[in-house]
């Protein structure tokens, strides 16, 4: 079992002391909806969340944004794409990965 399990998230810090938006590292082996949990939990506290997924897990990133999107808790601000290369022994293996960076939406 992968480790991203037992911790998805964390905050990057920025110069200057202020942190930047909190990490949500998505993967396929735990269910779309503890993912939402998390990111929706650092929402309402007014900070914004970086998910980010490799692999097969790119699509339970889409969902989970798509999620915090239809329940109103988050905009979408930037979705990043790329393909990582990684080394498997002799051979090199590349894998999609994607970013998507969620801001709270403002209370009016």
Known sequence: MSTDAAAPTQSTPTPGGVEGPKQVKV???LP???????????????????????????????NVAEILKTNKEGVVK???????????????????RIQITIEPIAVQ
């Open 27 to 29: 993967n396929s082996g």
């Open 78 to 96: 930037a979705i990043a794409t790329s393909v990582a290369e990684m080394q498997a022994g002799n051979w090199s293996v590349r894998k999609p």
């Open 32 to 62: 779309v909806h503890y993912f939402v949990q998390i990111a929706s939990q650092s929402l309402k506290e007014g900070s914004p969340v970086e998910l980010s997924g490799l692999g097969f897990a790119t699509t339970a990133v889409v």
